[in-house]
Each structure stands twice: as structure tokens, then as C-alpha cells.
Nanobody
Framework: VQLQASGGGLVQAGGSLRLSCAAS????????MGWFRQAPGIEREFVAA????????LYADSVKGRFTIDRDNAKNTVTLQMSSLKPEDTAAYYC???????????????WGQGTQVTVSS
């Protein structure tokens, strides 16, 4: 499977953005999907993950209650709805695929390119 992230942009603090990740290939539904982010000079960090069916999700504490991950296996897409954005959410956001739900970067085998999110104060 190949991944293509989109939807990043510039938004004011308190605003919302919706990121999408489109997957190619017929095995999308077999993968756990995750979102990670990386700010300059900082290690890539886990944001959210969703299991193959969409019935189980996992969030970083820093985004819990503000971000929502979802997937549509019929459309081969996973989305990250981000609300109440803060300047500290500024980063390049990456979607990734794994065989099991994990917060660990190394457990994700397939990565898309990043999409930049910038939150102004």
C-alpha cells in the first residue's frame, strides 16, 4: 500500500483542520493506520491510531478530546479531524500503516509524505 497525505495549511489558534490520507492498494483494510507529527528539531511523535475496523482508536494525551481519527475502508482513506488547534500543534503530519495498534514509530512499516500544519497564535 502507498499513502498520500493532504489537507494541511495555515490556521489560527482555536481553528480546525481536516487531514486526509489516501491509500492505494487492495490491502488497506488489513492495516492499522496512524498519524504522527514532527516539528523542527523534535523527534517524530505519535498522534493517533485506528484499528483495521475503525472500532478502536488510540490518542496521544496532548490531542485527546481535540482530534478525531476515522477511516473509510470502502474509500481507502483515513482522516484526522483537528479542532481547538494550538500553536504547539504546528508540525508536519504523517500518516502511516502498521500491522498492530502501537504508539511506536518503529512499528509502522509504511509512511506517506508529510503535510504541513501551521497554527498561528
Amino acid at each position: 500500500v502507498q499513502l498520500q497525505a493532504s489537507g494541511g495549511g495555515l490556521v489560527q489558534a482555536g481553528g480546525s483542520l481536516r487531514l486526509s490520507c489516501a491509500a492505494s492498494g487492495r490491502t488497506f483494510s488489513r492495516y492499522v493506520m496512524g498519524w504522527f507529527r514532527q516539528a523542527p528539531g523534535i523527534e517524530r511523535e505519535f498522534v493517533a491510531a485506528i484499528n483495521w475496523s475503525g472500532g478502536s482508536t488510540l490518542y496521544a494525551d496532548s490531542v485527546k478530546g481535540r482530534f478525531t481519527i476515522d477511516r473509510d475502508n470502502a474509500k481507502n482513506t483515513v482522516t484526522l479531524q483537528m479542532s481547538s488547534l494550538k500553536p504547539e500543534d504546528t508540525a508536519a503530519y504523517y500518516c502511516a500503516a502498521a500491522r498492530f495498534v502501537s504508539r511506536r514509530t518503529n512499528d509502522y512499516d509504511i509512511w506517506g509524505q508529510g503535510t504541513q500544519v501551521t497554527v498561528s497564535s
